[in-house]
């Protein structure tokens, strides 16, 4: 140990580390945050709809006669802008609680799902099912057809995530090292299985699949909307019976156990969790990474790291940061559109270093 | 009450491919006794102890808690009855001391087990660390709380259900010789209430002034059971530890051991691992 590392367990000793404002101002804040935000990107936008415009727009008060906007104004706010609002929320809220899951179950937090191929996974299982009901095959699924490609993401998903569980863990421990070195090959397999779809696909699917690559929100509609909805739904159902299980196995497997967790169940719950909700997510707006690792890890200097106010927050914090930075998407480059993906790696990957720092002399990375 | 076997082992085996790592362990273990299972590194006192958590299946044998068979019982269920402390536990989250303390409530509310948490992390002595994170703290206080985490899932366990069982797996290896003291102090506390204790431990100084009784094990078998003055004898330490030693007495007849007083073997090559 250097005298500065010396130093510094010295001060970390004697001061702890300061959590910051109670809990109960950051939910507050979080859920402030999210109307701000929403606030905002239901205003900006190529074709804007000032904050004096936006009740009538809404039909919640009458358009003022003078205004001439009225007519167009409601029919972007209904039709384009507030399902892809919607949509930009529910995918970030489901964004950060798979990537809070996903921490608590392998006891990582650099765990997340775009990062180590569960993503990928979903995202090639997607492209596969663009291709194939496009194909001479088309006539055994189309039964399937409104639900293929979210069920698709979503088996993609599932089994990316117990494949690399299988893979991380042994004897009830997971080597954190071995989790992102797997997670990095599994997520090659799933892009060369992805470029090999590229590869034999038509114009027309090439398009298609290109979209999952990029990850864009611009193919919201209220139908995915509903698809996705669900989803959400079972999500959040799904956090009230895993967040205290999730606590106790941040001590390992046995000690879950011990305490009286039954952990198997638990993560077969949690792999369902996060492969549903990451497969949503894939199946609507492509491979959107990094909100899964940003949105907890700065939770936990907040409000720290038990799991029952950590993924409701994760959910809420998500949605505030995937509608800002879907707006910021749809803006910054008016009228074109920046791939979303860009701009949350863009702020993610920074982020995700400074945790792999911090963790670098805990975890003997 | 004192009498009660809680937990009854009888011809356990564990064999594991070609290793057998426990072969033919007979085990009962009464409410309010006191037992330390001591040996060798390599002669089976983890794996009897994680046997007895439920936490492996013996190959053979069965084993027995409350009268009801060990694996029968349901995660939960075996919570509220048995309480393991194990070796080493790693967080990689800033939990603070009071709610890892917290996590041995089990799914009792907050609310009613919040002055056993805070008994307990006093008990342990831990009380102006509770807001502390964990991964700040050092090995021994580490220690400590997991230890109190511990006895807060005993005594949630123990107020529905009666006096269980306490199992702890070299609970002083990163303990200083005051806490190490405390620990055992504390152990005993519960045992006079009826609670059962089993501790593996590699002071055999401590081991007697832990246990009313001491098994020791060789080779994945019992060599020696008995009380503490039968089984801490030059004969048996001679013949497990494979070294020479003198075993002096204390006014009072029990047995301890001084470093000084032990050479290995002449002739032994054999440096039992």
Same mark, same amino acid.
């Given at each position: 140990?250097?005298? &500065?590392?010396?130093?510094?367990?010295?001060?970390?000793?004697?001061?702890?580390?300061? /959590?910051?404002?109670?809990?109960?101002?950051?939910?507050?804040?979080?859920?402030?945050?999210?109307?701000?935000?929403?606030?905002? &990107?239901?205003?900006?936008?190529?074709?804007?709809?000032?904050?004096?415009?936006?009740?009538?727009?809404?039909?919640?008060?009458?358009?003022?006669?003078?205004?001439?906007?009225?007519?167009?104004?409601?029919?972007?706010?209904?039709?384009?802008?507030?399902?892809?609002? &919607?949509?930009?929320?529910?995918?970030?809220?489901?964004?950060?609680?798979?990537?809070?899951?996903?921490?608590?179950?392998?006891?990582?937090?650099?765990?997340?799902?775009?990062?180590?191929?569960?993503?990928?996974?979903? #995202?090639?299982? #997607?492209?596969?099912?663009?291709?194939?009901?496009?194909?001479?095959?088309?006539?055994?699924?189309?039964?399937?057809?409104?639900?293929?490609? *979210?069920?698709?993401?979503?088996?993609?998903?599932?089994?990316?995530?117990?494949?690399?569980?299988?893979?991380?863990? /042994?004897?009830?421990?997971?080597?954190?090292?071995?989790?992102?070195?797997?997670?990095?090959?599994?997520?090659?397999?799933?892009?060369?299985?992805?470029?090999?779809?590229?590869?034999?696909?038509?114009?027309?699917?090439?398009?298609?699949?290109?979209?999952?690559?990029?990850?864009?929100?611009?193919?919201?509609?209220?139908?995915?909307?509903?698809?996705?909805?669900?989803?959400?739904?079972?999500?959040?159902?799904?956090?009230?019976?895993?967040?205290?299980?999730?606590?106790?196995? %941040?001590?390992?497997?046995?000690?879950?156990?011990?305490?009286?967790?039954?952990?198997?169940?638990?993560?077969?719950?949690?792999?369902?969790?996060?492969?549903?909700?990451?497969?949503?997510?894939?199946?609507?707006?492509?491979?959107?990474?990094?909100?899964?690792?940003?949105? *907890?890890?700065?939770?936990?200097?907040?409000?720290?790291?038990?799991?029952?106010?950590?993924?409701?927050?994760?959910?809420?914090?998500?949605?505030?940061?995937?509608?800002?930075?879907?707006?910021?998407?749809?803006?910054?480059?008016?009228? &074109?559109?920046?791939? %979303?993906?860009?701009?949350?790696?863009?702020?993610?990957?920074?982020?995700?270093?400074?945790?792999?720092?911090?963790?670098?002399?805990?975890?003997?990375? | 009450?004192?009498?009660?076997?809680?937990?009854?082992?009888?011809?356990?085996?564990?064999?594991?491919?070609?290793?057998?790592?426990?072969?033919?362990?007979?085990?009962?273990?009464?409410?309010?006794?006191?037992?330390?299972? $001591?040996?060798?590194?390599?002669?089976?006192?983890?794996?009897?102890?994680?046997?007895?958590?439920?936490?492996?299946?013996?190959?053979?044998?069965?084993?027995?808690?409350?009268?009801? =068979?060990?694996?029968?019982?349901? *995660?939960?269920?075996?919570?509220?009855?048995?309480?393991?402390?194990?070796?080493?536990?790693?967080?990689?989250?800033?939990?603070?001391?009071?709610?890892?303390?917290?996590?041995?409530?089990?799914?009792?509310?907050?609310?009613?087990?919040?002055?056993?948490?805070?008994?307990?992390?006093?008990?342990?002595?831990?009380? =102006?660390?509770?807001? /502390?994170?964990?991964?700040?703290?050092?090995?021994?206080?580490?220690? /400590?709380?997991?230890?109190?985490?511990?006895?807060?899932?005993?005594?949630?366990?123990?107020?529905?259900?009666?006096?269980?069982?306490?199992?702890?797996?070299?609970?002083?290896?990163?303990?200083?010789?005051?806490?190490?003291?405390?620990?055992?102090?504390?152990?005993?506390?519960?045992?006079?209430?009826?609670?059962?204790?089993?501790?593996?431990?590699?002071?055999?100084?401590?081991?007697?002034?832990?246990?009313?009784?001491?098994?020791?094990?060789?080779?994945?078998?019992?060599?020696?059971?008995?009380?503490?003055?039968?089984?801490?004898?030059?004969? $048996?330490?001679?013949? $497990?530890?494979?070294?020479?030693?003198?075993?002096?007495?204390?006014?009072?007849?029990?047995?301890?051991?001084?470093?000084?007083?032990?050479?290995?073997?002449?002739?032994?090559?054999?440096?039992?691992?």
């Amino acid at each position: 140990m250097t005298a &500065a590392d010396a130093k510094l367990t010295a001060f970390v000793r004697t001061k702890g580390r300061v /959590r910051g404002p109670a809990t109960i101002v950051v939910l507050c804040g979080l859920f402030a945050a999210l109307l701000l935000t929403v606030l905002l &990107a239901a205003t900006v936008g190529a074709a804007g709809i000032p904050l004096s415009r936006l009740p009538a727009a809404l039909g919640l008060a009458a358009a003022d006669p003078g205004n001439l906007f009225a007519a167009r104004d409601q029919l972007i706010l209904w039709s384009i802008r507030i399902p892809r609002i &919607a949509i930009a929320a529910m995918i970030g809220g489901m964004l950060g609680a798979a990537g809070a899951i996903m921490q608590g179950l392998f006891r990582n937090p650099l765990a997340d799902p775009a990062l180590v191929g569960v993503s990928s996974g979903g #995202a090639f299982a #997607a492209a596969g099912a663009i291709v194939i009901s496009d194909s001479r095959f088309a006539h055994y699924v189309s039964f399937l057809q409104p639900f293929l490609l *979210p069920l698709a993401a979503f088996v993609g998903s599932l089994l990316t995530t117990i494949i690399l569980y299988r893979i991380s863990s /042994r004897s009830g421990r997971t080597s954190i090292a071995l989790f992102l070195l797997a997670g990095i090959a599994i997520a090659a397999i799933a892009n060369a299985g992805i470029g090999l779809l590229v590869f034999i696909a038509d114009d027309r699917q090439l398009r298609d699949i290109t979209f999952w690559l990029l990850g864009s929100l611009s193919g919201a509609t209220w139908s995915k909307a509903a698809t996705i909805a669900p989803m959400l739904a079972l999500g959040l159902v799904g956090m009230l019976f895993t967040s205290r299980g999730l606590d106790v196995l %941040i001590l390992g497997e046995s000690e879950a156990f011990h305490s009286g967790v039954d952990v198997e169940r638990l993560k077969r719950i949690c792999i369902v969790l996060v492969s549903v909700m990451t497969g949503a997510a894939v199946s609507v707006c492509g491979v959107i990474g990094f909100i899964g690792i940003v949105v *907890p890890h700065l939770l936990r200097l907040m409000i720290g790291p038990g799991h029952r106010l950590l993924l409701p927050a994760s959910v809420g914090l998500g949605a505030s940061l995937l509608v800002g930075a879907d707006t910021l998407a749809r803006t910054i480059v008016a009228p &074109a559109e920046m791939p %979303i993906g860009i701009l949350t790696a863009a702020v993610g990957a920074p982020i995700f270093l400074l945790i792999l720092l911090r963790q670098r002399g805990l975890v003997g990375l | 009450m004192a009498d009660t076997p809680v937990l009854t082992a009888s011809g356990i085996s564990l064999t594991i491919g070609q290793a057998t790592l426990l072969n033919h362990v007979d085990l009962t273990v009464t409410s309010g006794e006191m037992v330390a299972i $001591v040996g060798p590194n390599g002669a089976g006192k983890s794996t009897l102890l994680r046997l007895l958590s439920a936490d492996l299946r013996a190959s053979r044998g069965a084993i027995t808690l409350k009268g009801r =068979d060990l694996h029968a019982w349901s *995660p939960a269920e075996l919570a509220m009855r048995r309480a393991m402390l194990s070796q080493h536990v790693s967080v990689s989250f800033p939990f603070t001391v009071e709610e890892v303390v917290q996590m041995g409530r089990g799914n009792l509310p907050l609310a009613s087990a919040q002055s056993l948490v805070n008994a307990a992390i006093d008990e342990v002595g831990l009380g =102006d660390f509770r807001h /502390r994170e964990l991964p700040t703290l050092s090995g021994g206080e580490q220690q /400590r709380a997991h230890f109190a985490r511990i006895l807060v899932q005993l005594a949630c366990g123990e107020a529905v259900h009666g006096p269980g069982i306490l199992l702890l797996d070299e609970p002083t290896s990163s303990l200083d010789l005051r806490h190490q003291i405390e620990l055992v102090e504390i152990s005993r506390q519960r045992a006079r209430n009826g609670t059962a204790v089993i501790a593996v431990l590699h002071d055999l100084n401590l081991a007697v002034r832990f246990a009313d009784r001491i098994i020791v094990m060789r080779n994945g078998a019992v060599a020696a059971e008995g009380t503490p003055a039968e089984t801490i004898t030059s004969d $048996v330490i001679r013949r $497990v530890f494979d070294i020479d030693v003198v075993v002096a007495r204390t006014d009072d007849g029990a047995p301890y051991l001084l470093p000084q007083m032990m050479q290995q073997i002449a002739n032994s090559t054999s440096i039992t691992g």
